[in-house]
């Protein structure tokens, strides 16, 4: 497993912000042990050939969700390891990290290690702790972030990103072999969200660039760590070698070690994006004078917008009282049905 200097900032907020998707309210009686067994079997697999897109190291990050019980469905299912008191949290990648993935696998084109040839596993035991997660699984998500570069050491990083990342989520797990059940041949994936794209024609990748500023109006920036920004694509679907669709998306923090101690705190940069519909979460946090969080947030706003190029604006101010932090922006996306406009919640989102 890579040493992931960011885990602690970058990929906890993606993670805490996909709880809006798959954590309903009023059910924390239920845990894991809850979850019926839906087929027998030594795991679930993806069938994932891997990563084949230039000269680029980075990671996978693998979510599991369970349904079947209560309020979680296959759409909205209960994932373990984004509860920290669930019995079968030491299973999970980092048991003492509140909020993370079931496992994090690596890949690296430049060396060639881009393949996991028998695939990605969901297994019934890890750490020495039976979950059966194997027997249970209904829903995989896949994460995969590309690093800045291929140097020992390097993360995901938006803003110096050469790529972007991107999300596949799998539902049916149709094939035994082997003693366990995998879902269809998926092939390898060979886009990326890329800087390339910025100027290609027609325009494949875009981004959202802007400043984060106190107060209601310019000039005195956010606080150091206070902001979280994340965007996942609604629209404009890839697919692998093999027809799996997925789609781009980012996630950011004012602070923390994807945001280095050279950059201006109060800038910010989604970076490369698929041109498409995004559903992007901004979340406000308390922080003390040296940038620790003093809870959870104190305000959150989901946006819905369309990013058709690169340098699209969207400066924040997170002291405004009016919806959404008072932005309004000329990409604004057109309303969908039943909603006032593009700011779509404000203070909760669902």
């Given at each position: 497993?890579?040493?992931?200097a960011?885990?602690?900032v970058?990929?906890?907020?993606?993670?805490?912000?996909?709880?809006?998707?798959?954590r309903?309210?009023?059910a924390?009686?239920?845990?894991?042990?809850?979850?019926?067994?839906?087929?027998?079997?030594n795991?679930?697999?993806?069938?994932?050939?891997?990563?084949?897109v230039?000269?680029?190291?980075?990671?996978?990050?693998?979510?599991?969700?369970?349904?079947?019980?209560?309020?979680?469905?296959?759409?909205?299912?209960?994932?373990?390891?984004?509860?920290?008191?669930?019995?079968?949290?030491?299973?999970?990648?980092?048991?003492?990290?509140?909020?993370?993935?079931?496992?994090?696998?690596?890949?690296?084109?430049?060396?060639?290690?881009?393949?996991?040839?028998?695939?990605?596993?969901?297994?019934n035991?890890?750490?020495?702790?039976?979950?059966?997660?194997?027997?249970?699984?209904?829903?995989?998500?896949?994460?995969?972030?590309?690093?800045?570069?291929?140097?020992?050491?390097?993360?995901?990083?938006?803003?110096?990103?050469?790529?972007g990342?991107?999300?596949?989520?799998?539902?049916?797990?149709?094939?035994?072999?082997?003693?366990?059940?995998?879902?269809?041949?998926?092939g390898?994936?060979?886009?990326?969200?890329?800087?390339?794209?910025?100027?290609?024609?027609?325009?494949?990748?875009?981004y959202?660039?802007?400043?984060?500023?106190?107060?209601?109006?310019?000039?005195?920036?956010?606080?150091?760590?206070?902001?979280?920004?994340?965007?996942?694509?609604?629209?404009?679907l890839?697919?692998?070698?093999?027809?799996?669709?997925?789609?781009?998306?980012?996630?950011i923090s004012?602070?923390?070690?994807?945001?280095?101690?050279?950059?201006?705190?109060?800038?910010?940069?989604?970076?490369?994006?698929?041109?498409?519909?995004?559903?992007?979460?901004?979340?406000?946090?308390?922080?003390?004078?040296?940038?620790?969080?003093?809870?959870?947030?104190?305000r959150?706003?989901?946006?819905?917008?369309?990013?058709s190029?690169?340098?699209?604006?969207?400066?924040?101010?997170?002291?405004?009282?009016?919806?959404?932090f008072?932005?309004?922006?000329?990409?604004?996306?057109?309303?969908?049905?039943?909603?006032?406009?593009?700011?779509?919640?404000d203070?909760?989102?669902?």
């Open positions: 497993m890579l040493q992931l960011f885990k602690h970058t990929l906890v907020f993606a993670l805490v912000l996909l709880i809006s998707y798959f309903p309210v009023n924390q009686a239920i845990n894991s042990n809850s979850f019926p067994v839906i087929r027998n079997g795991f679930t697999a993806v069938d994932f050939k891997g990563v084949i230039g000269n680029v190291k980075g990671h996978v990050g693998i979510d599991v969700g369970l349904y079947g019980v209560g309020p979680y469905t296959t759409q909205s299912p209960y994932v373990p390891c984004h509860f920290p008191t669930d019995p079968s949290k030491n299973g999970c990648a980092e048991p003492w990290n509140p909020v993370y993935y079931y496992k994090v696998e690596s890949f690296n084109t430049a060396i060639g290690f881009s393949t996991f040839p028998y695939g990605i596993f969901v297994d035991v890890n750490n020495d702790v039976t979950h059966n997660f194997g027997r249970k699984v209904g829903y995989v998500g896949l994460e995969i972030y590309p690093h800045f570069s291929t140097a020992a050491g390097s993360i995901y990083k938006p803003r110096q990103n050469t790529y990342a991107v999300r596949m989520s799998f539902y049916s797990f149709p094939i035994s072999a082997n003693g366990g059940y995998y879902t269809n041949n998926i390898h994936l060979t886009d990326l969200p890329s800087i390339n794209g910025y100027y290609s024609n027609p325009r494949t990748s875009g959202i660039n802007g400043y984060l500023y106190a107060g209601t109006s310019g000039g005195t920036p956010a606080p150091y760590n206070s902001v979280d920004i994340a965007y996942f694509g609604e629209s404009a890839r697919s692998t070698t093999n027809g799996q669709p997925y789609v781009a998306f980012s996630s004012n602070g923390g070690t994807n945001w280095s101690q050279q950059e201006t705190y109060w800038y910010y940069t989604s970076g490369p994006l698929y041109v498409g519909r995004y559903l992007v979460y901004i979340d406000k946090y308390q922080v003390d004078a040296v940038g620790n969080r003093q809870g959870p947030p104190i959150k706003v989901r946006i819905r917008l369309d990013i190029q690169p340098g699209e604006y969207l400066t924040l101010y997170m002291d405004h009282p009016a919806k959404c008072g932005w309004s922006n000329p990409y604004i996306a057109p309303a969908y049905p039943g909603e006032v406009n593009a700011c779509v919640s203070s909760n989102y669902p």
